[in-house]
């Protein structure tokens, strides 16, 4: 009755899946609990599970009992709860994506040369909380989509950098806007946007016009599954809709479709994708064409404390 067009690359990201496995990792060779500052990686079925397992996810730190095991997510975190930490002799090991460590030296290094730095992001997601906290003095966080409201010094040296997770296109934009203003913005040495939300908009990008809906299997705090979402819509598909999961699709989006494109953001397991996929074969969409962009065959190794007899400290 109906087709489904699958995107690929779509779910697990290299900095995802090391997260995901530093936590499993940490629990096998030091048991349980272990403690996680925030969500691991934004999926609340990994979060779940990973609960179950006895990994404890906590706010901030002070909900650590002292002395106990603690694991800083792949969102990354300010060198204040790094110090925290410390000062507490927590047991910290950091999962934070290596592509967001980057940033993070990216915004040192600006600041050590005397540039005030646009950080293009949503104050309220803890990859930028953590890249604000390498320079608060000299970061001024702007909203993507509102790029005017920047209340930087209108004269001195101007860089930006950007959250890993935003849409590639809005970012451009936001950065034009900017430009218009402070012509002497300086970029960061390479593009911050990570290539696993690059490579998956553009999955995205390529089946949208093909498609009357799209949905992105994904957790609403994901802001690289919200991203896929806007990205669809902006290429043309004719509805699109973030899923935690298939229980949570509704049938009456099927009314009058006959394509359907399918993806998942980067923190979302592929086992979610094939329940959606089992939904929709169940509803009359059996026949799945995949479309693949790219291979993805970046991996990273785990922490350091996981890839010795190192005890972490």
């Known amino acids: 009755m109906g087709q489904v067009l699958l995107a690929a690359p779509r779910g697990y990201c290299a900095g995802v ?9 940490a629990l096998r060779r030091f048991g349980s609990p272990v403690y996680v500052r925030k969500q691991i990686v934004h999926n609340t079925f990994v979060v779940n599970d990973l609960s179950r ?90 909203d993507p989509a509102r790029p005017g409201d920047l209340k930087a010094a209108e004269s001195g040296r101007l860089s930006w950098l950007s959250q890993t997770t935003l ?6 934009q936001a950065v034009e806007k900017l430009r218009e203003r402070y ?54 598909a004719g509805a699109a809709y973030l899923v935690d999961r298939a229980a949570h699709a509704d049938e009456r ?21 094939s329940e959606l996929l089992d939904w929709l074969a169940a509803r009359g969409y059996a026949d799945v064409e995949p479309v693949t962009l790219t291979e993805e065959t970046l991996t990273f190794s785990l922490p350091l404390e996981l890839r010795s007899n190192r005890k972490p400290g």
């Open 17 to 25: 899946e090391r997260a995901i496995i530093t936590v499993e990792e």
């Open 53 to 142: 397992r006895g990994a404890i996810f906590v706010d901030e730190l002070d909900e650590v009992p002292d002395g106990a095991l603690v694991v800083f997510s792949a969102h990354g975190v300010s060198p204040a709860v790094k110090g925290e930490a410390a000062r507490r002799g927590l047991r910290t090991i950091d999962a934070t994506c290596p592509l967001v460590t980057k940033v993070h030296k990216e915004a040192v290094r600006m600041a050590e040369a005397g540039y005030e730095i646009v950080l293009i992001g949503h104050a309220e997601h803890e990859e930028v909380e953590g890249t604000l906290g390498e320079a608060p003095e000299r970061i001024h966080v702007v």
């Open 183 to 236: 012509p002497g913005l300086v970029d960061p040495p390479s593009d911050d946007i990570c290539y696993a939300s690059q490579n998956r908009q553009e999955a995205v990008t390529s089946i949208a016009p093909r498609c009357e809906l799209v949905i992105v299997v994904g957790s609403a705090n994901s802001s690289n599954s919200q991203r896929l979402v806007d990205v669809a819509l902006a290429a043309g």
């Open 253 to 273: 989006w099927l009314d009058g479709v006959s394509t359907v494109g399918v993806s998942s953001g980067a923190s979302v397991p592929e086992g979610l994708v």
């Open 167 to 172: 849409a590639v296109d809005e970012t451009l």
